[in-house]
């Protein structure tokens, strides 16, 4: 059974700093793409996601624009996501995703594990 757990979110002020943090369990660490998603109160948005093994292939979401950073360490089974330079509108309840894979995946619902989320808020 995959289980997702993560962690680090909280309320910041704009222009703070956060650091997600995904713990995967029940796959294959190794070989798995992880995304994370965001739920505003209008839609679920995609964030950034890194592809299995050595995460050479990363992507992120146009509003992202330099501003987060996503890693992971195999080792661990954790993937982190670096949020620099928050803004109000990145408020929301962040969702990490798994799944076995050979290549990075950036829409939800090609995933199929998820986690249960981390709320973020940013104030101004």
């Known amino acids: 059974q995959v289980s997702i757990l993560e962690s680090g979110g909280g309320s910041v002020q704009s222009g703070g700093s956060l650091r997600l943090t995904c713990v995967v369990s029940?796959?294959?660490?190794?070989?798995?793409?992880v995304g994370w998603f965001r739920q505003a109160p209008r839609e679920q948005e995609f964030v950034a996601a890194i592809?299995?093994?050595?995460?050479?292939?990363?992507s992120y979401a146009d509003f992202v624009q330099g501003r987060f950073t996503i890693s992971r360490d195999n080792a661990k089974n954790t993937v982190y996501l670096q949020m620099d330079s928050l803004k109000p509108e990145d408020t929301a309840r962040y969702y990490c995703?798994?799944?076995?894979?050979?290549?990075?995946?950036?829409?939800?619902?090609?995933?199929?594990?998820w986690g249960q989320g981390t709320l973020v808020a940013v104030s101004s």
């Open positions: 995703a798994a799944r076995p894979a050979t290549r990075v995946h950036i829409v939800a619902s090609e995933y199929r594990n």
């Open positions: 029940g796959l294959n660490f190794k070989w798995a793409s």
């Open positions: 592809s299995p093994e050595d995460g050479a292939s990363i």
